[in-house]
Structure formats: structure tokens, C-alpha cells
């Protein structure tokens, strides 16, 4: 019979037809470390994410056209002279609503339905379970069969509203190459392209992208284009994982480098222009 402990008899490794050892790891090693680090890594970014999209400063350079991906597209009536790139239909917002509305919760629920954050977070935040061989203090298991978690499957729409917004960081891109006089090249142009490009190898490889490019095919021999896009987002998906903590990075950098060079802290330094 399995043993009783203070823990719930139907949880984790104290369950029925489990092996009848009452600690709740004989794991000896630190697999404490990597949930750890990931809830700390996302933590970070969430807050600075946050905080970011809500003080609405420094998030456009009108010299060189550089705009944080926070802030963009900036569709409002309240967002600075120049930084509205599509029209301002949405007219003045309140200071309580972030001026990037309309895209964050789209890109957070791309994020948090994406299969890699999944895993990530239901082994570091919700502990279910925190580690292989190591109990979870969850009662119950009910998978993603029911509210809230049934929306994990929508993953594939947020994933078609995210290629749109990688769209519009790459029209971002292109317009910061830009100077006075036209042409320009400064490093937040790089840091600006380079973030596009990594948002769209992130976006490319994910799961649903690949299912969605080589799925539910017969023959591949007869579908030579599917083909070969399934291929180029098979090799990309298997750095999914790296990508999706990149492009957190990459999304960081660029916002903060666009605040500093806004704010006047520093001055972009100039390639061409
Ligand atoms: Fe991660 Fe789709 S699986 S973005």
C-alpha cells in the first residue's frame, strides 16, 4: 500500500501504484536550479516589460526613426508626434492604458501558449512537476482538458496574429534606417533589424508553424514548396528553446537601448548618416 504522509494520497508520487517511499525526492542533486532560474528569467522580463509599457517615455527617436517594439504599432491619438506609423485611430488614451495595447496581450498569449513556455513554466511556476522524479504538490491532474488551460490549443491563432506583428517589426526595421538627410545607419539600426530578424526566427519556429507548413501531407513529393518550408522550420524549430529566451533578450535590448538613445543618455553612434 502506498505510504500516508501529511501529503494528499492521490498526489504525485504518494498516489496509488506508486513505489512506497515517503520522501518526496531521493533526487540528491540541485534540480532545484533550473525551474529557479527560469522563474527568475521570466519574472524579469515581465516586470521590465511592464513597467516599460506603461511609462510612455523615451520610446521613439525621431532623428533616426528608431521605435521600442513595446510601443508599436503606435495607433493612438496620445503617442508622440511621428512614432504613429499606421494613423492614429484610436484616439487619446488614458495613462493607465499602455499605448501598445492593442498587440501586448496578443504577443503574451502567443508566448504563454507557445509549447516551449509551457513547459517551462508549468515546471517552474506552477511545480507540476518542478523535476523529473520529484512530486508535485498538486491534488489533481487534469491536463489542459478544461478551463483555463484549454486555451493552450488556440496556440495556432495567436501564432497567426504574431506573424502579422512580426510583420510590422520588420516595416519598424526598414524605417530606421534613417538620417536627416534620408539613408542612414546607426547601431540602433542593427539592434533594431537584428531583434526583427531573431522575432521572426522564433516565430517561424514554432510548433504550430511547422504543423501548419508540413502537416496533414500524404506525400511530401507532391507538395515540393510545403516541402521544403517544413524542412527550413524543422531545423529552426529544434532551437526553439533558445530562440524564445533570445528574442526575451533581444526584445530588452532594443527597448532599452531605444529609451537610453530617446532619453539623450547616449548618443547612437553613426555608421552612415
Ligand atoms: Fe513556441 Fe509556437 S510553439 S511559439
Redesign the pocket.
Known amino acids: 500500500a502506498p505510504v500516508k504522509t501529511s501529503e494528499s494520497s492521490t498526489t504525485g508520487v504518494f498516489s496509488r501504484g506508486r513505489a512506497a517511499i515517503s520522501a518526496r525526492t531521493l533526487r540528491t542533486d540541485r534540480w532545484w536550479v533550473p525551474p529557479a532560474t527560469t522563474v527568475l528569467g521570466l519574472a524579469a522580463f515581465v516586470i521590465y516589460a511592464t513597467v516599460r509599457s506603461f511609462v510612455r517615455s523615451a520610446y521613439w527617436v525621431p532623428d533616426f526613426h528608431y521605435l521600442t517594439p513595446f510601443y508599436s504599432p503606435c495607433l493612438s491619438a496620445s503617442c508622440v508626434t511621428g512614432s504613429s506609423h499606421f494613423g492614429t485611430p484610436i484616439g487619446h488614451l488614458p495613462m493607465w492604458i499602455p499605448l501598445g495595447f492593442l498587440v501586448l496581450p496578443f504577443l503574451l498569449l ?2 504563454l501558449t ?4 509551457r513547459k517551462a513554466y508549468y515546471r517552474s511556476v506552477w511545480m507540476a512537476p518542478p523535476a523529473c522524479a520529484v512530486a508535485e504538490p498538486h491534488a489533481k491532474y487534469t491536463g489542459e482538458t478544461r478551463l483555463p488551460l484549454i486555451i493552450q490549443n488556440a ?1 495556432r491563432y495567436f ?1 497567426y496574429v504574431a506573424v502579422i506583428i512580426s510583420v510590422i517589426n520588420t516595416y519598424d526595421a526598414v524605417i530606421s534606417f534613417h538620417a536627416a538627410d534620408g539613408f542612414g545607419i546607426g547601431l540602433g539600426t542593427l539592434i533594431i533589424t537584428g531583434n526583427a530578424l531573431l522575432l521572426w526566427a ?2 517561424l519556429s ?4 511547422r504543423h501548419i507548413a508540413g502537416g496533414r501531407l500524404k506525400h511530401f513529393s507532391q507538395h515540393p514548396v510545403r516541402y521544403r518550408f517544413w524542412t527550413v522550420v524543422s531545423k529552426l524549430n529544434t532551437r ?1 528553446m533558445q530562440l ?1 529566451w533570445t528574442t526575451l533578450g533581444t526584445l530588452v535590448l532594443t527597448d532599452f537601448y531605444v529609451m537610453l538613445v530617446a532619453s539623450g543618455t547616449i548618443s547612437d553612434p553613426r555608421l552612415i548618416g
Open positions: 502567443f508566448r507557445c509549447y516551449y513556455y496556440h501564432f522564433y516565430t514554432c510548433h504550430s508553424c526553439h524564445a
